[in-house]
C-alpha cells in the first residue's frame, strides 16, 4: 500500500484555490443519481449531509442518538476559532495556520492546516446567516474572547455553548433537508460494519437500536463522521455513546489508521470523587482566561484555600511560562498539572489529592462578580451542581481528563481514506491537529471538513469513479450483514460473570496509567500484554443479558467495548514506537532538562499509518513523510 | 445512603407497564443520579436481570437525552437540572423514589424510561430553521444585532430540546419547545424572512403530533432545566397571530424569464 496524500501543487497560499477551480465536478442532472451515506451527526457529518443533500445529492444520515441534534458536538463549551482579525490585533490566516501548527508541535500536515485556516472565516459568515447567536458587542458587532495557546483574540462563543449553537445551526440546515426529503434521517442506527467491493466502500450494514434487525444500505461513497475514542479511557469527557466502532470496522476493512496515540488530555476537567464515576466533566478552557492556576508549595497542605496566604502559593503555570502563563497549551497545562499532583502538591479532600485550583478569586476583585456571572455563569453553575461548592467563594478544583484524539483514519487532502471512496472528517480523522489540539479548533475543524471541504472533494471522486450501481442483495453485503450477526449472536451467547462495564472500566484504567499523559516503553509492553489478556477474558466471561431483537443497551456497549479492546493495542504499539516526545505524546524517556517534550524530527516527523493485516498479526508501519515548506520547525516555547 | 425505588418497567411500546420496587445500598450523596442507576444495573446484571433501559449520553447537562419523571417533577426535585445533573445530595437518606417516562401521547414508551421524541425533530423539520445555503452567507459582521436581541435569542436558543416541558404540562403540550425555536430565530435579523412561514409550519406540525394545548399553566418553566421562560410563549402567540392575519405574499412569476 503507498500513501498518497494528494497535496497540489504550488505555493502553499494557492494550493486549495487551485485545487478546487481543477477538481472534476457532477452534472447537476447526475447529483441526483449519488447516493451517499453520511454516518454522524455531530458538526462534521451534520454540516456535511444538509451541504451534500443542498447540492442535489441523495443523502442518508445516520446516527445512534435518538435525535440527530444531540451527537457530543453539543457539549463543547468554549468557542470557533476564525481568522477575521475582527480585533485588529494582527491576526491573519498566516497567523491561525501558524498557530495551529505550532500547537499540533509540528506533526500536523502544511497544507491541510493552512486549508483550514483560510476557510475559517467563512464558516463564521455561514453559522452568523443560519441565526447562531454569537455574543456580541454593545455596537452589535461579533466579540471574541482568547484561548490558549495563542496571543491574538479570534475566538468566538456563544456563552459557554457554542458547540451547541453550532451543532443546532447545522442541525436545523440537516433539518431542512430531511423536511424537502433530500435526506433520509436514520436515528437510534449505529454502523456496525463497512461494505468494500472491487476496491471501493460501497454501504454500511446498520442496526436499528430499537428492533435489533440489522440491515445493509448500499451508496456511491461512505462518509464517517463519527467522532473519537476518548472512551477507550473509560472516564472521559466525551458522551457515553461515543465509540471507535465505526473506524476501526473500517479500519479492519482496509483504511490506515494514523497517529492513534495522539489523544488530548484536558487541563481543566472537575476531578474523580469515587469508584462509581461514570464521566467525567469538562470545565471550558476559556475560564483560564480570568482564572489563576495554583497548588500549595507544601505537600500534603490541608488548610482550606483562603487561609494558605499568597507567599505560600504557587502559581506554576505563571512561573514557567510567563509569556503564556495560564493560557499555556493544553498538553503542557495537563502535564504540569500531573506533575505538580505527583510531587504530593495537589489538593483535594485531605490534601495530596488530584486536583490542582482554578482561582477567580483577583478576577472577581478586578472586574466584579457580575463580569465574571456574565461570562462564565452557566459554567460556575454547572460546577456547583456536580461538586456542591461554589466558585464564587472557593476556587475551583480541576484535573486533567481524556477529552479529544487527534488521531483517527487516514486522509488524503480531499479528506479520502485509504479506500476509494470512504471518507472521514471532524475528530474521525487524523488530518489537521498534529500531535496536539489547539482550543476552539475542533468546532472549526469539524465545520470546514462538513460545509467547505467535502462537498467539493467528494463530486471529484464520483465524477471520475462514477461508481456502478449496487444491490444491497449483493453477496459482498450479505456477506458482511452475516459476519455482523454472527457477532451479536456470540455477544449473547457468552455467559460469564462480569458486565461489560466491569471490563470498559479495566480497560481504561490500563490505558489511563500506561498510556495517558505520559507513557515509557516497559509500561506500554505491559498495557499490551495486559489488553490482550484482557480481551480473550472478555469473550469468555463477560455477561450481556437480553436479546438480539429489542432494544439493549448492555449488548450496545459490549460490541463498542469488543472493539476498544482491539484498537487499544494498536494506540499503545504507536506510542511504543514512537520515540520521541510531541505534543500530547509524552515519553518519559524523551524530554529536555526542563521537562518539556522533545521532539526527533528526523527520525520521527511523518505520519505513522498503521495497516490492518489480520486479528493477532503485527499492524504494518506506512509512513507520510511531513514536508514544511512555509515554517519553520522550533521547539515549542511558551515562555 | 440507601434509597429505595419504583421504576416503571415496560418491555415494549404499547405493551403493559408495571413499577418495580429497587431497594438501594451504598449510594454515595457525590453520585449523580444516573449513577445511581448505573450502580443498579450492574447489580441486575449480576443476578441475570434485565438492566433498566433509559437514555442518556453527555451526562453533562446539554445534550438532552436524558430524562424521567422523579416522584411527578421532570427531571427530579432541583431547579435548573436535568436527570445527570441531579446528584443524590439532592434527596434525604431512607427516601422513597417513584421513577416514571416522560408521559405524553406524542412521546410513546419504547421500553421502560425510553421514550421516542422524534415529533420534536419533526417540528424542526416542519419550519424551524433559517435557510441559508452552504456558501452563500454574507460576512458576519456586515448585519448589526443589538447585543439586548442577540442575548435574549440566545435565552431561548438554550433550549436542549429534552422534553421536560412536556412532560410536565397537563396538556402534555409542547408550546414552550415550539417557542424557544420560534423565538430564537425570530429574534435575530437573519431570521425575518421566514418569520411567517415559520412559526405557521410549526405549529401546524406541533398539532399534527398530538401535543395538547397550552392553558397557562406554567408547568413548563418550572420544569425546564435550562429555564426557557414562558414569555416566549406569549411571543410565539404573537408571532402566529400576526402571520395568520397578514394577506398572503403574491407568487412570485414564475416567467421571470432569462437573464
Avoid at chain 1, 504530593?344 to 456571572?373: C, S
Avoid at chain 2, 414552550?176 to 412561514?197: C, I, M, N, Y
Wanted: with cysteine; aromatic share 8%; net charge neutral.
Amino acid at each position: 500500500m503507498e500513501l498518497r496524500s494528494h497535496i497540489p501543487g504550488g505555493p502553499l497560499e494557492a494550493k486549495w484555490d487551485r485545487h478546487r477551480s481543477a477538481i472534476k465536478l457532477v452534472n447537476p442532472a447526475n447529483k441526483l443519481r449519488h447516493h451517499i451515506l453520511v454516518v454522524g451527526s455531530g458538526l462534521a457529518g451534520a454540516s456535511a449531509a444538509a451541504s451534500l443533500a443542498e447540492l442535489g445529492y441523495r443523502v442518508s444520515c445516520f446516527c445512534f442518538q435518538d435525535s440527530a441534534r444531540r451527537a457530543h458536538s453539543i457539549a463543547a463549551q468554549g468557542g470557533i476559532n476564525a481568522a477575521k482579525n475582527y480585533q485588529n490585533d494582527g491576526d491573519s490566516v498566516f497567523r491561525l495556520f501558524y498557530d495551529t501548527i505550532k500547537g499540533g508541535d509540528f506533526r500536523a500536515r502544511e497544507a491541510n492546516v493552512y486549508r483550514l485556516a483560510e476557510v475559517s472565516a467563512r464558516i463564521i459568515d455561514q453559522c452568523t446567516a443560519q441565526g447562531v447567536p454569537f455574543a456580541r458587542e454593545y455596537g452589535g458587532l461579533l466579540a471574541n474572547r482568547s484561548f490558549g495557546g495563542v496571543q491574538v483574540s479570534r475566538t468566538f462563543y456563544a456563552r459557554g455553548q457554542t458547540g451547541q449553537q453550532l451543532l443546532l445551526g447545522a442541525y436545523q440546515a440537516l433539518s431542512r433537508q430531511i423536511g424537502a426529503g433530500s435526506v433520509r434521517m436514520e436515528p437510534r442506527a449505529e454502523m456496525l460494519d463497512l461494505v468494500v467491493i472491487d476496491g471501493r466502500a460501497r454501504g454500511i450494514i446498520v442496526r436499528d437500536l430499537v428492533t435489533g434487525a440489522v440491515s445493509a444500505h448500499a451508496g456511491d461513497a461512505v462518509v464517517l463522521a463519527t467522532g473519537g475514542y476518548s472512551n477507550v479511557y473509560y472516564l472521559s469527557t466525551n458522551a457515553k455513546g461515543c465509540n471507535v466502532t465505526a473506524i476501526w470496522r473500517a479500519h479492519k476493512r482496509g483504511a490506515t489508521f494514523a497517529n492513534p496515540c495522539f489523544t488530548q488530555i484536558h487541563p481543566t476537567c472537575i476531578p474523580q470523587t469515587g469508584p462509581y464515576q461514570s464521566k467525567l466533566t469538562l470545565m471550558s478552557e476559556s475560564l483560564r482566561n480570568d482564572g489563576r492556576i495554583w497548588v500549595p508549595q507544601k505537600k500534603g497542605d490541608t488548610r482550606p484555600p483562603d487561609q494558605i496566604p499568597e507567599e505560600e502559593r504557587d502559581y506554576y503555570l505563571e512561573r514557567l511560562y510567563p509569556s503564556y502563563g495560564n493560557l499555556a497549551p493544553r498538553d503542557i497545562a495537563s502535564r504540569r498539572a500531573k506533575e505538580v499532583c505527583d510531587e504530593g502538591r495537589g489538593v483535594g479532600p485531605g490534601g495530596g489529592g488530584h486536583g490542582v485550583y482554578l482561582d477567580f478569586r483577583d478576577a472577581i476583585a478586578r472586574l466584579g462578580r457580575g463580569v465574571i456571572a456574565e461570562r462564565y455563569g452557566n459554567l460556575f453553575e454547572m460546577y456547583e451542581r456536580i461538586t456542591g461548592e461554589d466558585p464564587f467563594r472557593v476556587p475551583m478544583r480541576i484535573y486533567p481528563a481524556p477529552h479529544y484524539t487527534m488521531g483517527g483514519l487516514w486522509v488524503d487532502y480531499n479528506l479520502m481514506t485509504t479506500i476509494d471512496g470512504l471518507y472521514a472528517i471532524g475528530e474521525a480523522n487524523f488530518s489537521d491537529h498534529g500531535a496536539n489540539r489547539l482550543g476552539a479548533s475542533a468546532l472549526m475543524q469539524g465545520l470546514a471538513d462538513g460545509y467547505f471541504i467535502l462537498p467539493y472533494t467528494i463530486g471529484d471522486y464520483l465524477a471520475q469513479a462514477k461508481p456502478a450501481k449496487v444491490d444491497p442483495e449483493h453477496p459482498a453485503f450479505r456477506q458482511v450483514q452475516g459476519e455482523v450477526g454472527e457477532r451479536v449472536r456470540r455477544l449473547l451467547a457468552a455467559s460469564g460473570r462480569k458486565t461489560v462495564d466491569a471490563f470498559h472500566r479495566e480497560l481504561g484504567r490500563v490505558m489511563w496509567d500506561k498510556c495517558g499523559m505520559s507513557r515509557n516503553a516497559a509500561g506500554l509492553k505491559q498495557a499490551m500484554e495486559r489488553i490482550g489478556a484482557l480481551r480473550d477474558e472478555f469473550w469468555k466471561d463477560v455477561y450481556v443479558g437480553g436479546r438480539g431483537e429489542d432494544l439493549n443497551q448492555s449488548l450496545e456497549h459490549a460490541g463498542r467495548v469488543a472493539d476498544f479492546l482491539e484498537f487499544a493495542e494498536l494506540m499503545c504499539h504507536d506510542a511504543l514506537h514512537r520515540e520521541e516526545s510531541c505534543g500530547c505524546h509524552f515519553r518519559e524517556e524523551y524530554q529536555t532538562p526542563e521537562g518539556e517534550a522533545k521532539r526527533d524530527d528526523e527520525r520521527f516527523g511523518y505520519v505513522a499509518a498503521w495497516e490492518f493485516t489480520g486479528a493477532g498479526k503485527e499492524p504494518v508501519l506506512h509512513k507520510e513523510p511531513l514536508a514544511f515548506e512555509a515554517v519553520h520547525l522550533v521547539q515549542r516555547s511558551y515562555k | 445512603m440507601r434509597v429505595t425505588l419504583h421504576v416503571w418497567r415496560q418491555p415494549g411500546p404499547g405493551l403493559a407497564g408495571v413499577f418495580v420496587r429497587y431497594d438501594v445500598t451504598d449510594v454515595s450523596p457525590d453520585m449523580s443520579f444516573l449513577e445511581m442507576l448505573d450502580v443498579l444495573n450492574q447489580q441486575l446484571l449480576a443476578r441475570k436481570d434485565d438492566p433498566i433501559a433509559f437514555d442518556h449520553d453527555c451526562r453533562e447537562g446539554i445534550c438532552g437525552a436524558c430524562g424521567m419523571v422523579i416522584n411527578g417533577r421532570p427531571h427530579g426535585p432541583r431547579r435548573a437540572t436535568t436527570t445527570c445533573q441531579l446528584h443524590m445530595r439532592s434527596f434525604p437518606d431512607g427516601a422513597e423514589l417513584w421513577i416514571e417516562p416522560w408521559r405524553a401521547r406524542a412521546f410513546p414508551v419504547i421500553k421502560d424510561l425510553v421514550v421516542d421524541r422524534g415529533a420534536f425533530d419533526r417540528i424542526v423539520q416542519a419550519g424551524g430553521f433559517i435557510t441559508a445555503r452552504t456558501g452563500s452567507a454574507p460576512e458576519a459582521n456586515s448585519v448589526l444585532v443589538p447585543k439586548r436581541d442577540a442575548d435574549r435569542a440566545m435565552d431561548a436558543a438554550a433550549c436542549i430540546g429534552c422534553g421536560a416541558c412536556v412532560a410536565a404540562c397537563p396538556n402534555a403540550s409542547a408550546m414552550l419547545f415550539v417557542a424557544a425555536k420560534v423565538s430564537h430565530l425570530g429574534l435575530l435579523p437573519q431570521g425575518q424572512p421566514e418569520r411567517d412561514t415559520r412559526v405557521v409550519g410549526m405549529v401546524a406540525q406541533m398539532d399534527a403530533e398530538g401535543f395538547g394545548a397550552c392553558s397557562n399553566h406554567g408547568e413548563c418553566m418550572a420544569a425546564c432545566p435550562k429555564e426557557i421562560s414562558i414569555d416566549f410563549i406569549a411571543q410565539l402567540n404573537r408571532d402566529y397571530w400576526k402571520a395568520v392575519a397578514r394577506p398572503k405574499p403574491q407568487v412570485a412569476r414564475a416567467n421571470g424569464g432569462d437573464a
